[in-house]
């Protein structure tokens, strides 16, 4: 099992991966989808991929989960593959992000890769099937939607609310995405009465954790400000945490829109100052999922010591490969026997050398 597990990374480095790429990004990343549906080779496989130990149990919003490290909404949009990616030992995976009706997204081209800075661009939008078929496949994995969290968004209350209505009992977390970058109408929700009266009107007859996905801001003290009101407006209302954060918004030539977000290693390093900015304004309310540039053991153990529950990625799995679930739980597992720390909640500082 060791060596198989050690040697997915170099095939996937030296032979699948130089492969996708020689393909146009959407064009890869399909021929990837089309190969994590295949769910008996990843559930065959999952003894040596996962890497799960009793010391990654993760606890946060009520739930647990067997490692702190997830698959973000963006990967699986239309919820065809959640199974296989817990499979190759996420503990949780994300599915979406899920809208009211069908959406075929933004115009290509739409997606990029900055490969020397391990980064995506994507100005994608929300295409998918929408609610009716998110809401069937969904159905289909009762057995396992207690590991399975939905992103849901629309650029109205009501079709937020719908989704939130019919995709909860299906899941065990919803994720409201009001942040994405490539997407017209979600900008309205970043101000706070907006965002507080929906939090409510979601969160008052709530059964599953609610989380509220966050725009990424800066150093600068005006738009922490405004980053972290969104957060406390988030919390107070009633969600039960927050996703520190989406993707940063860039120009970029090479999308059809001119514009996209970036997401992948070049955001770790914000990712961390929002986590541990956010944590100080929270205090004690709220878990905290990161979200953004993590590659590696080392960088997952940094985001919970300043103050995350559990940290999702998407990039990082397009650059090092269906590995890398696993090796970040055997990389933490082994940070955590040299700090001779039990479990997650005992981390704090920074990683062991």
Same mark, same amino acid.
């Given at each position: 099992?060791?060596?198989?597990?050690?040697?997915?990374?170099?095939?996937? !480095?030296?032979?699948?991966?130089?492969?996708?790429? !020689?393909?146009? @990004? $959407?064009?890869?990343?399909?021929?990837?989808?089309?190969?994590?549906?295949?769910?008996?080779?990843?559930?065959?496989?999952?003894?040596?991929?996962?890497?799960?130990?009793?010391?990654?149990?993760?606890?946060?919003?009520?739930?647990?989960?067997?490692?702190?490290?997830?698959?973000?909404?963006?990967?699986?949009?239309?919820?065809?593959?959640?199974?296989?990616?817990?499979?190759?030992?996420?503990?949780?995976?994300?599915?979406?992000?899920?809208?009211?009706?069908?959406?075929?997204?933004?115009?290509?081209?739409?997606?990029?890769?900055?490969?020397?800075?391990?980064?995506?661009?994507?100005?994608?939008?929300?295409?998918?099937?929408?609610?009716?078929?998110?809401? =069937? !496949?969904?159905?289909?994995?009762? #057995?396992?939607?207690?590991?399975?969290?939905?992103?849901?968004?629309?650029?109205?209350?009501?079709?937020?609310?719908?989704?939130?209505?019919?995709? $909860?009992?299906?899941?065990?977390?919803?994720?409201?995405?009001?942040?994405?970058?490539?997407?017209?109408?979600?900008?309205?929700?970043?101000?706070?009465?907006?965002?507080?009266?929906?939090?409510?009107?979601?969160?008052?007859?709530?059964?599953?954790?609610?989380?509220?996905?966050? @725009?990424?801001? $800066?150093?600068? #003290?005006?738009?922490?400000?405004?980053?972290?009101?969104?957060? =406390?407006?988030?919390?107070?209302?009633?969600?039960?945490?927050?996703?520190?954060?989406?993707?940063? @918004?860039? $120009?970029?030539?090479?999308?059809?829109?001119?514009?996209?977000?970036?997401?992948?290693?070049?955001?770790?390093?914000?990712?961390?100052?929002?986590?541990?900015?956010?944590?100080?304004?929270?205090?004690? #309310?709220?878990?905290?999922?990161?979200?953004?540039?993590?590659?590696?053991?080392?960088?997952?153990?940094?985001?919970?010591?300043?103050?995350?529950?559990?940290?999702?990625?998407?990039?990082?799995?397009?650059?090092?490969?269906?590995?890398?679930?696993?090796?970040?739980?055997?990389?933490?597992?082994?940070?955590?026997?040299?700090?001779?720390?039990?479990?997650?909640?005992?981390?704090?500082?920074?990683? @062991?050398?």
């Amino acid at each position: 099992m060791d060596v198989l597990s050690g040697g997915i990374p170099i095939v996937y !480095r030296t032979v699948i991966r130089p492969a996708l790429f !020689r393909l146009p @990004p $959407e064009n890869a990343q399909r021929l990837a989808e089309s190969a994590l549906r295949i769910g008996p080779l990843w559930r065959l496989a999952r003894p040596a991929l996962a890497g799960f130990n009793a010391r990654l149990r993760t606890e946060f919003a009520g739930l647990v989960v067997p490692s702190p490290i997830g698959a973000a909404a963006g990967l699986d949009k239309d919820c065809k593959f959640l199974g296989s990616l817990l499979d190759l030992g996420f503990g949780f995976a994300t599915g979406g992000t899920v809208t009211l009706g069908p959406r075929p997204g933004n115009p290509r081209p739409r997606l990029a890769r900055q490969t020397r800075s391990e980064a995506l661009v994507n100005a994608m939008g929300f295409p998918g099937a929408g609610l009716e078929s998110a809401s =069937e !496949r969904l159905s289909k994995l009762t #057995r396992r939607a207690g590991r399975l969290f939905v992103s849901i968004s629309g650029t109205i209350e009501d079709e937020i609310i719908q989704c939130h209505r019919r995709l $909860e009992p299906l899941c065990s977390l919803v994720e409201i995405n009001i942040s994405s970058p490539n997407t017209g109408g979600l900008r309205a929700f970043h101000e706070p009465g907006r965002l507080r009266a929906l939090t409510q009107s979601l969160a008052s007859g709530k059964r599953r954790p609610l989380f509220v996905k966050l @725009p990424p801001w $800066e150093r600068g #003290r005006e738009s922490r400000a405004i980053g972290l009101s969104l957060a =406390e407006t988030a919390v107070d209302a009633g969600a039960d945490g927050v996703i520190v954060a989406n993707t940063r @918004p860039v $120009e970029y030539v090479g999308m059809a829109l001119g514009r996209g977000g970036m997401s992948g290693l070049p955001l770790y390093d914000d990712t961390l100052r929002m986590v541990a900015e956010t944590r100080a304004a929270l205090g004690k #309310r709220g878990a905290i999922v990161a979200c953004g540039g993590v590659f590696t053991a080392s960088q997952l153990w940094r985001l919970l010591a300043v103050g995350a529950s559990a940290a999702q990625l998407y990039t990082a799995l397009v650059y090092r490969g269906p590995g890398l679930p696993g090796s970040i739980n055997r990389g933490l597992v082994r940070l955590m026997e040299k700090a001779d720390c039990k479990s997650i909640v005992d981390i704090e500082g920074a990683p @062991p050398s």
